[in-house]
């Protein structure tokens, strides 16, 4: 059965930090892909980042490029978001999601839709302000 897992969302300042995680279970991180998704109120969802299967090449929004890292660690089964010089419109519900088989690398802007994901977390809020 296939399980996501976010947390280390929370409070922080503009220009703050925060590291999200997301623990999977029922398929392995070699196998397929992981998107990270936001959703703020009143606003669609949309794709913030996504790492690759085969060798863990990450992609990025052009609204986090130089600010987010996404990362893996497939001996813990877990992804990583590492966020920085946060600002108030990073301000939303973060979501990680399980790539399905239509997933396939390379990416291109394929892993910004949301019917490229048949797995999702509950989320975790993430919120930015002094």
């Known amino acids: 059965q296939v399980q996501l897992v976010e947390s280390g969302g929370g409070l922080v300042q503009p220009g703050g930090s925060l590291r999200l995680s997301c623990a999977a279970s029922?398929?392995?991180?070699?196998?397929?892909?992981i998107g990270w998704f936001r959703q703020a109120p009143g606003e669609e969802r949309e794709g913030v980042s996504a790492?690759?299967?085969?060798?863990?090449?990450?992609y990025y929004a052009d609204s986090v490029e130089g600010r987010f890292t996404i990362s893996r660690d497939v001996a813990k089964n877990t992804v990583y978001l590492q966020m920085t010089s946060l600002k108030p419109e990073d301000t939303a519900v973060y979501y990680c999601?399980?790539?399905?088989?239509?997933?396939?690398?390379?990416?291109?802007?394929?892993?910004?839709?949301?019917?490229?994901?048949?797995?999702w977390g509950q989320g975790t809020q993430v919120t930015v302000s002094s």
């Open positions: 029922g398929f392995t991180l070699d196998a397929y892909g």
């Open positions: 999601a399980k790539g399905s088989r239509y997933l396939r690398e390379p990416y291109g802007s394929s892993w910004t839709r949301h019917n490229r994901y048949d797995g």
């Open positions: 790492i690759g299967y085969e060798d863990g090449r990450p």
